[in-house]
């Protein structure tokens, strides 16, 4: 089992930064293959970002490469996304979650073993 905690969320202005934290509890957190999801109300989750266990892979949505980065230490058990540039229609919910299965479907939901409750960010225009 894996416990996972979102923070860092809040309100910012359109052009800002924010950077969410994700803390894990539990099993051994370097051997997960973490991710970023958000979920805009009334949609679907969609994947954001996904980083492996010794960072030498990562992957990103189109709409966020470029501004947002994906980033884990591994000695505090911290996953983290730096967004930058942000845009209007980044507000959302963002959930980490964590996954023991191959890199192979890492944008996909599904994949993903345990996830987090969620942090509010909301891009005003």
């Known amino acids: 089992q894996v416990q996972l905690v979102e923070s860092g969320g809040g309100l910012v202005q359109a052009g800002g930064s924010l950077r969410l934290s994700c803390t894990a509890s539990?099993?051994?957190?370097?051997?997960?293959?973490m991710g970023w999801f958000l979920q805009a109300p009334g949609k679907e989750r969609e994947f954001v970002a996904a980083?492996?266990?010794?960072?030498?892979?990562?992957a990103y949505a189109l709409s966020v490469k470029g501004r947002f980065t994906i980033s884990r230490d591994n000695a505090v058990n911290t996953l983290y996304l730096q967004m930058n540039s942000l845009k209007s229609e980044d507000t959302a919910v963002y959930y980490c979650?964590?996954?023991?299965?191959?890199?192979?479907?890492?944008?996909?939901?599904?994949?993903?073993?345990?996830w987090g409750q969620g942090t509010q960010v909301t891009v005003s225009s």
């Open positions: 980083i492996n266990w010794s960072d030498s892979n990562t």
């Open positions: 979650a964590a996954t023991g299965q191959t890199w192979i479907g890492v944008v996909l939901p599904t994949r993903y073993d345990y």
């Open positions: 539990g099993r051994a957190f370097s051997s997960y293959i």
